[in-house]
């Protein structure tokens, strides 16, 4: 029965047990045989629910080592680069954007006093495609127990649709922007209508003023004319008057 848990374990086979268990130093073994099968069937499922975590995460989850080798990467930093996971694992996390250096040598300087341990930059991954993507990076050292850097853990946020409304609505503004000047051009040009339209409506009463008593003045100096040419000189006085008046 040893032998049997012994390839089955081999085999990736977590759930055996040695059942068939005898006495003596044989029985201490296939107990330690029991208890190592249960610890390691506990710690391998750890292992898979946290891959479990980091796959389905929908931000790219990038996992390096000191020698900023990729070690770990989620199916969605390999949908966003366009690249494999075979492509990637054991590249340098700089064939993504080689400014990224800066940043991990940023991280690395960080003081051991700082709790915080992390930096978060906006920056651009550059896919297989030579696209750049802009991303919220964000990095952060992992420790072991006794506090030695072994590596980091990069996440980062795809901010393309995020840019592309953005661009949208600094378009949108601009196009807003035009049309308030055109509507303040034609409020000015109204308003510039409507005091023409007042200075036209002035000018006409005035006018309409001026011409009745100049129409009167006209209407007199005809007939003083006439009474002139007719030698009724007796009349001429009286006309003038009226002129006058």
């Given at each position: 029965m040893l032998k049997k848990a012994a390839i089955d374990l081999g085999e990736g086979k977590l759930d055996t047990?040695?059942?068939?268990?005898?006495?003596?130093?044989?029985?201490?073994?296939?107990?330690?045989v029991n208890n190592m099968v249960i610890k390691l069937e506990n710690s391998t499922v750890s292992k898979n629910y946290l891959s479990n975590i980091i796959n389905s995460m929908r931000d790219s989850v990038i996992v390096i080592n000191k020698q900023s080798r990729i070690k770990i990467i989620n199916p969605a930093?390999?949908?966003?680069?366009?690249y494999e996971e075979h492509e990637l694992i054991e590249q340098s996390i700089t064939k993504l954007n080689f400014n990224i250096s800066n940043h991990l040598t940023a991280l690395y300087n960080i003081k051991e006093s700082n709790t915080s341990n992390s930096i978060k930059n906006e920056i651009y991954y550059i896919s297989k495609n030579k696209n750049k993507i802009p991303m919220l990076f964000?990095?952060?050292?992992?420790?072991?127990?006794?506090?030695?850097v072994e590596g980091i853990v990069c996440v980062a946020k795809d901010l393309s649709e995020i840019k592309q409304k953005e661009q949208e609505l600094r378009s949108a503004n601009k196009k807003l922007n035009s049309k308030n000047k055109e509507l303040l051009q034609l409020q000015s040009q109204l308003v510039q209508s409507a005091k023409l339209a007042s200075v036209g409506e002035m000018a006409t009463g005035i006018a309409h003023?001026?011409?009745?008593?100049?129409?009167?003045?006209?209407?007199?100096?005809?007939?003083?004319?006439k009474e002139v040419r007719k030698g009724q000189h007796e009349k001429t006085e009286a006309t003038y008057e009226l002129i006058s008046k």
């Open positions: 047990r040695v059942t068939d268990i005898p006495n003596g130093e044989m029985q201490s073994l296939a107990v330690a930093s390999t949908a966003i680069l366009d964000s990095a952060s050292l992992v420790k072991n127990a006794a506090g030695h003023e001026l011409n009745q008593p100049l129409g009167i003045i006209s209407m007199y100096t005809d007939l003083r004319l």
